[in-house]
């Protein structure tokens, strides 16, 4: 039974992400809503979405619309844990709940025509997002970044608002130039 603190949210971010037809207008439509939830998270979070996995950060899946336009994830992240080099394809809002969040950005230096290949990519800043913080991207030219904790830190926990069921997404190899797709699983509950 989901409670009426996550079926709020879930209506409201149909709402506001529904009426948007750019990107950057979801983003600023649900950015305060993220920051609202984060507060309101002990409604709705279950022990089930604070599991963790020493192999790696752990995607535990809070919500997927039927028709694949949202996904919400709660993401646990262990001191050290780094996900590779990825873009998502979609807009995304990230809220902070627990510890600090790194976020280190890569910027793309070769034209982008779609290719898997022929990649330049430079390392950019890094943002660190305290509890409480909220961050946001969107694609084209996509959002190029890693994104974790470093060993010296406590865990981090984090929810990912997602336009789309985030089933897959690219990775980069820097020094190979080059990208591919690849499906990643989470953990239902
Ligand atoms: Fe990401």
Known sequence: M??????????????RSSGQCEPAD??????????????QADDFL????????????????????????????????LPGQWTPV????????VGVLEGVLEERSYVRLSADRGADEGIDLTRGGAV?????????????PDHIHVTGVPDDRPRAVSLHLYGRTMSDFNLYDVPG???????????ES
Not at 177 to 182: G, H, S, V
């Open 2 to 15: 989901m409670s009426s603190t996550l079926q709020d949210f879930i209506h409201q971010a149909k709402v």
């Open 26 to 39: 979801c983003v600023l439509a649900l950015a305060p809503l993220v920051l609202d939830l984060i507060n």
């Open 46 to 77: 279950t022990p089930e979405h604070y599991r963790c996995d020493a192999a790696g950060y752990t995607r535990n899946l809070i919500y997927c619309a039927p028709d694949q336009s949202l996904s919400l994830y709660a993401i646990v992240w």
């Open 86 to 93: 990825h873009d998502h394809g979609s807009w995304g809002v």
């Open 128 to 140: 660190l997002l305290a509890r409480g913080s909220v961050t946001s991207f969107v694609p084209n």
């Open 177 to 187: 130039r080059t990208r591919r797709r690849i499906q990643v699983a989470h953990n």
